[in-house]
């Protein structure tokens, strides 16, 4: 089993360009999530997919958009990159989500994505 | 505001030595907490979940505690590997909105021979 795969693992943007990160997982998770990680700050919750169908805000949805394409696959979109958006981003799954407190995440390697 | 607060912001320890990490959290209402270890380049991994009715809890040479009148979980490292050279996050659950996670800033630990 792979776990939590995304792609790409690094990104230089300019301003104003758009792109897509994908994110995929193969344990069966019914939960996906996605983060960022900035210097000195604990990772901060961007979306996520309760399950398949269902997307929801978290802390900072501002500037992204999310898609569930399917019980695998969580994609994080950047329509138009600010240099705010410069970070570590991590995909992230879980089998119970919200319904399960314990509910261990298991997490990606991340995408390091810088915007001029 | 839901914090959690991490000590050290990170340390250098000598291969063999022990070392404790400390989580001091005020998020409320408190579900669990969790610690994980980060790897440079890479993405967080589980260690420990405690609930509030746990007070301690163990992963191979990693021991957690927690006391929660206090708000305080530990890490404690018993004999280091150079392989322990990594980031440790304490994450803290909040038992309303959905369970949703806290995470602290992390402490770094370097493991030298």
């Known amino acids: 089993n792979a776990g939590v795969t995304q792609t790409p693992k690094f990104q230089v943007l300019k301003t104003g360009q758009s792109m897509t990160l994908q994110c995929a997982q193969d344990m069966n998770h019914n939960s996906m999530y996605w983060y960022r990680q900035d210097p000195g700050m604990g990772l901060r919750l961007i979306y996520y997919s309760a399950s398949e169908g269902t997307t929801d805000k978290g802390e900072v949805p501002n500037g992204y958009n999310v898609s569930r394409l399917n019980k695998r696959e969580f994609s994080l979109r950047l329509e138009s990159a600010a240099p705010s958006q410069t970070s570590v981003y991590f995909c992230a799954s879980s089998e119970y989500g919200t319904r399960v407190s314990t509910d261990t995440q298991y997490f990606g390697p991340g995408t390091r994505l810088t915007v001029l | 505001k839901n914090q959690v607060e991490q000590s050290p912001q990170s340390l250098i320890i000598l291969e063999g030595k022990n070392c404790t990490l400390q989580c001091n959290y005020t998020v409320s209402p408190f579900s669990n907490l969790r610690w994980y270890k980060q790897d440079t380049g890479r993405g967080p991994v589980s260690l420990t979940i405690?609930?509030?009715?746990?007070n301690t809890k163990s992963n191979g040479r990693y021991t957690a505690t927690l006391d929660a009148d206090t708000k305080q979980s530990s890490l404690h490292i018993t004999a280091s590997q150079l392989s322990d050279s990594a980031s440790y996050i304490c994450v803290v659950s909040i038992k309303a909105a959905g369970n949703k996670l806290t995470f602290g800033g992390g402490t770094r630990v370097l493991v030298k021979p």
């Open positions: 405690m609930t509030f009715s746990e």
